[in-house]
């Protein structure tokens, strides 16, 4: 017997695992993909560090989280700026002074203010849709160039049938400043790749890869006296009140034979000449230096049984709808139900880190 069944190597589940095994406990990890690290599993390509599912930069104003990390591999500053094309010309994301003087040749912020003041008074009352949340943070202009096509795109839905929350984390700033993020602690493990870190997570751990919980289920049932399960709730009841929706990707991937591509980690196509939504170069992950370059297009697209889940729809339905798989979950006394898919939410990896470590095992 094990003393706890962790289904899912993702972060969240490589964590639990480390801190059972820290506490003297057994426990087993089964993942049904064919590595562990979830999707932030990187492979070596040309010596080039690829984030196989989109890119993780990790980012947070947690010390206790930034120390713990760093505990289990040595992680180098890294900020990430990504850039956004329209119609031909760059603009600097997130939005800020760069933006706004590529976009109007305003000089100071109260200028920018001015304008993206003016462009918001179209918006009366509360915002109803992403459109109107949208244009009431940046106005008219910054909208309709660097937000309408690429959250369509994303979303596979025109921006007034999307809730206003997807946009209120929009980043905003006056002030000249390219960093993405606005945390104190900001990196990249050494080298620019994650299975360093799941490696240090699962050391001494009995691992089984390749393994769907759902193909045996009363079987590994047997084996432990706890479940910790880091899978879709809604599968683990086999879709009793229906799937939850998600947005799946498609990743292309293309290895060239030059030094550089684009000469930045990512940049962000935001209108709809482009079918993707972005092309990452993974090689500013990390040291520079190789002779040749890989690429990656990301596509959005439905989700559908096969395909990766990666971001809620937490819209009306798909929410009550998870709250009935959740008092299902509530009702289960050996089982716990943990992590993005299991609670059906979008985490950023800091705060998967957060969680996991004040997690009861």
Same mark, same amino acid.
């Given at each position: ?7 899912? #190597? ?10 059972? &095994? ?10 049904? !993909? ?27 104003? %947690? ?34 002074? %760069? ?12 200028? #920018? ?59 905003? &700033? ?89 000469? %930045? ?72 139900? &943990?992590? !993005? ?17 004040? #997690?009861?095992?």
């Amino acid at each position: 017997m094990y003393d706890c069944l962790i289904v899912g #190597a993702g972060l969240y589940g490589s964590i639990l695992a480390y801190r059972a &095994r820290k506490a003297g406990m057994r426990p087993l990890v089964i993942e049904k !993909r064919p590595h562990v690290g979830g999707n932030m599993y990187c492979e070596d390509v040309e010596g080039i560090q690829v984030h196989k599912y989109g890119p993780h930069i990790f980012h947070t104003s %947690n010390k206790k989280v930034w120390d713990f990390v760093n505990s289990l591999v040595p992680f180098r500053s890294f900020r990430y700026c990504p850039l956004a094309f329209y119609k031909g010309r760059f603009y600097h994301l997130p939005f800020n002074m %760069n933006t706004f003087y590529e976009l109007w040749g305003t000089m100071t912020p109260d200028e #920018a203010k001015e304008k993206i003041e003016e462009e918001r008074k179209e918006i009366k009352g509360v915002p109803s849709n992403l459109e109107e949340q949208a244009i009431s943070l940046v106005g008219r202009d910054v909208y309709e160039k660097l937000v309408k096509c690429y959250t369509e795109k994303q979303w596979g839905r025109d921006c007034k049938d999307l809730p206003p929350f997807i946009i209120k984390r929009l980043p905003v &700033r006056f002030r000249f400043d390219n960093n993405y993020y606005d945390d104190c602690y900001q990196g990249i493990p050494e080298g620019g790749g994650y299975n360093a870190l799941f490696d240090a997570l699962l050391e001494g751990v009995e691992v089984r890869t390749g393994v769907n919980y759902f193909d045996n289920r009363d079987y590994y049932n047997s084996l432990a006296k706890k479940i910790i399960y880091c899978g879709p709730i809604d599968e683990f009841f086999d879709y009793r009140f229906g799937p939850l929706e998600y947005r799946s990707l498609r990743f292309e991937e293309e290895v060239l034979d030059k030094e550089s591509f684009q000469g %930045n980690v990512a940049v962000n196509y935001t209108d709809h000449d482009h079918p993707f939504t972005r092309i990452i170069e993974h090689k500013y992950f990390g040291p520079a230096d190789q002779p040749k370059t890989v690429i990656t297009r990301e596509f959005p697209q439905e989700w559908k049984p096969g395909l990766e889940p990666f971001y809620p729809v937490n819209d009306k339905k798909n929410n009550e709808k998870y709250q009935n798989y959740k008092a299902l979950a509530d009702s289960l006394e050996n089982v716990s139900f &943990r992590g !993005r898919l299991a609670e059906y939410k979008y985490y950023d990896m800091h705060t998967v880190v957060e969680l996991a470590l004040d #997690a009861e095992l």
